[in-house]
């Protein structure tokens, strides 16, 4: 990308206009002296660290044409900090990493990359994962099995998942610490990630240390514990665990994983395919959740840098349109950190491209596709410190680190959903003052908009559906609630309720069916009506005209039948209306109406007495009362069962009964020769016959007597 040589053209004409030819850098900056170091590649790569003295306006622009891997870039004089965007020229030193090929190319347009050591292969011979000591790193494994420590041990608000696994089959690891963390709330999310630069290694400890915090305090820090309670955290500490593993810059494709997301100039689409596995499982988790905000975490300087990483043209600013809440809550990080507070920028902050460009990093990409709040946060001039600093590190940056989540519940935040059905959308929530969407969490409809302070004007928008225009006041110290229930995007709609009604057999019984516009114009509309079994009459042929969003009624009485129809019960009856718009007959709704009859089939049964005794030979004779107790006329069917000695029921089956009315049933028990004493137990049952799940039963009992009149022999015949 061609570059024009202006950047430092106000102060040239400044100079040339105060007539002087007085051009001098400031400070007491020269060509430092070579160091007569051997290149040191990082593991994965042929590319080496090498200072670059920039000498010249311009030099810088050289960096970024031949596309090369910048580190950092810093004042040659040490003493003086980073001249921002339109200051007088300084000399600047930077570090980057060249193959023998891209020190030759610099070489020829008049740069020369000067091998320095690299820091981080000495480091790792001396302290890296798997030597001994109080100084040494971790290893891998070793950061694995502690977060699963701090998993396991508090399974109520940690989750342990891989999102996908690096160039070398490791897994990408991340922490998920929430109240209820299973369920998607209505909270924000919110990630930490860390050691991009695999060589950068403070990031992961401190974002470990960040989560041991709070499922310690969980739920006695009253602070702590709202950030757990309120809000989906997410930890990704090793984000390059090959780079770690081997101390490299890179992934073990040699690839720079902070300069290989979709760029908004150099490679405008938002897609995983192409990128390195690392990146990609960054892009989909993205996808897979609504970040509202987020920070990685990096080493080598001492700044928080914020979007954008890159712009058109380093001579034309261009700012995010956040930009003040980016440099708000930047110097609200810096401010709480020593070590960045004083790490050579004025407030501990810069924009990417006032710095130096590089395009294909995170933040951008998280800001400009996402929506998300994020933020490269350069933890200190020591890419891999000593493992024994880290209690240092820690102190720096705690304060900072739960002040700057706590951001994430300010500004405004509410619901989207659909207005007619209350189903959450998947709608994005623009601030007319800014001109930056955020993304609604489809599960839930959430969005979390961060605000400073102020008055602002909120538009929800999601396809399909009419835009809401809400004005805001956001205030400090919490997030204004605002929902928006967004009605579809169309001129002529309806919606039909149904409606459900019951009565008595013979009763007549009225739906109401409640007739709604859903569109933008007023309308009226033609009612129809296809009815069920049962007789039905529409009593509202036409409704309207009804304004958008207003609500008539139509009616329409249905006859319940004396009797059921057809075999066995038939207690419901559906019908169906139709409602058409008169303004467009094209759109239509149905809805239905069922009546339900209170069909109860009853019937009692009770006889005179329950048990009688006779001599053998004689018979007994129960008389029984069947009573119709339902609501239909109906006829029942005796049946005797489980006795043994002859019985006869007369009649088996009764006349039609209208509700209430009895029939008499005479039961007749012959007792057959046998020893005294033995006993018949009948059971009589009558059953419905508009439905043999309905009947009533009674028992009799019959007794044999002892025979006081065995003595008698009667005689016959002759
Ligand atoms: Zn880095």
Redesign the pocket.
Known sequence: MPRMSCRWLPFLLIVVLIGTVFLATPGQAKVPEALDVTPEPYPFSDRYPAEVYLGSPGDLDILVELELDIETVRPADSSRPFPQYGAPFEALIAVVNVNPEEAQRLADRGLSARPIPNESLRAQRLYGPGTTGPEAWPTFDQFVTRMQGIAMAHPDIVRMVSIGKSVNNRDLWVLKISDNPDVEEDEPEFKYSAN??GD?TVGIEITLRLAELLVSSYPTDTMLTELVDEMEIWLWPIYNPDGYVASSRYNAHGEDL?RNFPDRFTDPVDDPAGHEPETQAAMYWGYDHRFVMGANY???AAVVNYPWDAIEDPYDPEYAPDDALYYDYGVGYSSRNSRIWTGGFPQGVTRGWEWYMIYGGMQDWAYHWRGEHHVCIELGDSKKPPYTDMDTYWDENQEAMIWWMQRALRGARGLVTDALTGQPLDATVDVAEIGKIVRTDPDVGDYHRLLLPGTWTLVCHADGYLDQTWVVEVVDGTATVQDCALLPDVQFGVMVGGSEATGQPGETVTHTFTITNVGAAVDSYGVSLTPGDWPATLLDPQVGPLAPLQSGQVRVSVQIPAEPAGDGLLATDVLTVEVTSQGAPEISAQAQGTTHAVADLAVALAADQAGRSALAGQAVTYTLLVTNAGSYTDTYTLTATGNQWPTQVTPTQTSPLMPGAAAQILVRVEIPAGPPGQADTVTIRATSGLDNQVYAEQSLITLRLWGVYLPVTVKTGG
């Open positions: 991009h630069h950068e902070n990096h080493g080598g």
